[in-house]
T-cell receptor, first 113, second 113 residues
Framework: EADIYQTPRYLVIGTGKKITLECSQT?????MYWYQQDPGMELHLIHY???????EKGDLSSESTVSRIRTEHFPLTLESARPSHTSQYLC????????????FGPGTRLTVT | GENVEQHPSTLSVQEGDSAVIKCTYS??????FPWYKQELGKRPQLIID?????GEKKDQRIAVTLNKTAKHFSLHITETQPEDSAVYFC????????????FGTGTQLKVEL
């Protein structure tokens, strides 16, 4: 079934650790996005990609980095996690062309202690 | 950049009543306005969207209206049911913006029995 997947779903990690949040989609979409969301609050775009080897920073400044080596894969990396990074991270994708709809993954809830 | 304001932040209605959530946007070039529903612990899901060449769109109990002149759009839910309880987000996107969405701050809708 075509979907968008995120792993891990929950992560508790200590300050200073390097982490990578995985996002994969089997929908054949070119565009992918990362959002940061505190529970029940506004979604903030932190990174987006129009396709392979294309990455851009979003509206919210973030210390994370992303890569897009394969169309279906858009991982997000934090080199040194801090408590201020505690949040939910949502990955999304959309097709190129006429449909603007974004499809979201289930999210990764990150807690940095 | 685009700025989307959403009101109210919380809304409580009796089952069977109607609910209205309003959003305003700042960028006159925005041309796509989706509404997402996010249940507790779940991913956001598109429930309805409208493009700038249309003034109103309906899908069963849900409708969206758009006033381009005033730069505001609204979500209308009729005959509310307990399963409508969730956080609702409006968003706006401009043509040529890579499908990037700017989200409103969300409305917590509670439908009481």
């Amino acid at each position: 079934e075509a979907d968008i997947y995120q792993t891990p779903r929950y992560l508790v990690i200590g300050t200073g650790k390097k982490i990578t949040l995985e996002c994969s989609q089997t929908m054949g979409h070119d565009k992918m996005y990362w959002y940061q969301q505190d529970p029940g609050m506004e979604l903030h775009l932190i990174h987006y990609s129009y396709g392979v080897n294309s990455t851009e920073k979003g509206d919210l400044s973030s210390e994370s980095t992303v890569s897009r080596i394969r169309t279906e894969h858009f991982p997000l990396t934090l080199e040194s996690a801090r408590p201020s990074h505690t949040s939910q991270y949502l990955c999304a994708s959309s097709e190129s062309g006429g449909s603007y709809e974004q499809y979201f993954g289930p999210g990764t809830r990150l807690t940095v202690t | 950049g685009e700025n989307v304001e959403q009101h109210p932040s919380t809304l409580s209605v009796q089952e069977g009543d109607s609910a209205v959530i309003k959003c305003t946007y700042s960028d006159s070039a925005s041309n796509y306005f989706p509404w997402y529903k996010q249940e507790l612990g779940k991913r956001p899901q598109l429930i309805i969207d409208i493009r700038s060449n249309v003034g109103e769109k309906k899908d069963q109990r849900i409708a969206v209206t758009l006033n381009k002149t005033a730069k505001h759009f609204s979500l209308h839910i009729t005959e509310t049911q307990p399963e409508d309880s969730a956080v609702y987000f409006c968003a706006a996107s401009r043509a040529g913006g890579g499908n990037k969405l700017t989200f409103g701050t969300g409305t917590q809708l509670k439908v009481e029995l």
